[in-house]
């Protein structure tokens, strides 16, 4: 079959043609979904509904979720980075994302690190890239910043960047770069309001990490515990 769009669910038919006159039943619809585009270069993902929601994992589509030592199930979910979306009612506000109405979350709690989400296969030379994206390990609420799950000593405060050349399989994870968030969490205990942030970003904060040593062409974003602490809490956005 050609003409098909990518990334698209299609549902397809079958009939037997036995001659010119005799033909069979319709079949029951078989569903499929097309194949995703490798992603340019110069992408960018916002996470928003344009990027087609898979709401089986909770994620984009053409992403992949995975764990180093999980099975997604609905008790272990929560572990495996998933969208999340601002709310706004008349009861409660929350803001998670730096730019429209999601961002991605990476959560873990009791030790269970290892959860990561990567990106569309770049088609490219990905040694001669780098990517970029915001973090902050807290939401805004209401008028001031709500610590969300980094309020004890026992959160930690980072994501580890790297590439796979299998998004399937957690084995084929190279690390390239852990990356710390610069506030730890008594900062935020006396700064409570994310108009004191003083580079008036709302204490999102920008990261760069070059891919020159990559392997693999799947660029992929890792809830990692280098410190060994138990919790961790990070949105990712733009």
Not at 103 to 127: H, S
Not at 176 to 193: C, G, K, M, R, V
Request: overall charge negative.
């Amino acid at each position: 079959v050609e003409g098909l769009e990518a990334n698209t669910v299609y549902y397809a038919y079958v009939q037997s043609v036995c001659n010119d006159y005799t033909k069979g039943a319709w079949s029951d619809p078989i569903m499929f979904t097309t194949a995703c585009l490798p992603a340019p270069t110069d992408s960018i993902f916002d996470f928003e509904k344009a990027d087609k929601h898979n709401l089986t994992y909770n994620i984009p589509s053409c992403f992949v979720v995975g764990h180093d030592a999980l099975e997604y199930n609905a008790e272990t979910s929560r572990y495996f980075p998933h969208l999340i979306k601002n709310v706004s009612t008349s009861k409660e506000t929350r803001i998670y994302a730096r730019s429209g109405e999601y961002a991605m979350c990476l959560e873990r709690y009791d030790n269970n690190a290892g959860g990561y989400i990567a990106l569309p296969l770049i088609d490219a030379d990905i040694q001669a890239c780098q990517v970029k994206f915001w973090m902050r390990p807290i939401f805004a609420s209401g008028s001031g910043v709500v610590a969300n799950n980094y309020t004890g000593a026992t959160y930690s405060r980072e994501v580890t960047v790297g590439t796979m050349t299998d998004p399937n399989d957690p084995t084929t994870f190279t690390a390239l770069a852990t990356i710390e968030y610069s506030h730890d969490n008594s900062y935020f205990s006396t700064n409570n309001s994310i108009y004191r942030d003083p580079n008036n970003l709302n204490y999102w904060e920008e990261v760069t990490v070059s891919l020159k040593n990559a392997v693999g062409n799947y660029i992929a974003i890792k809830n990692t515990s280098s410190d060994g602490l138990a919790n961790n809490v990070m949105y990712i956005d733009d």
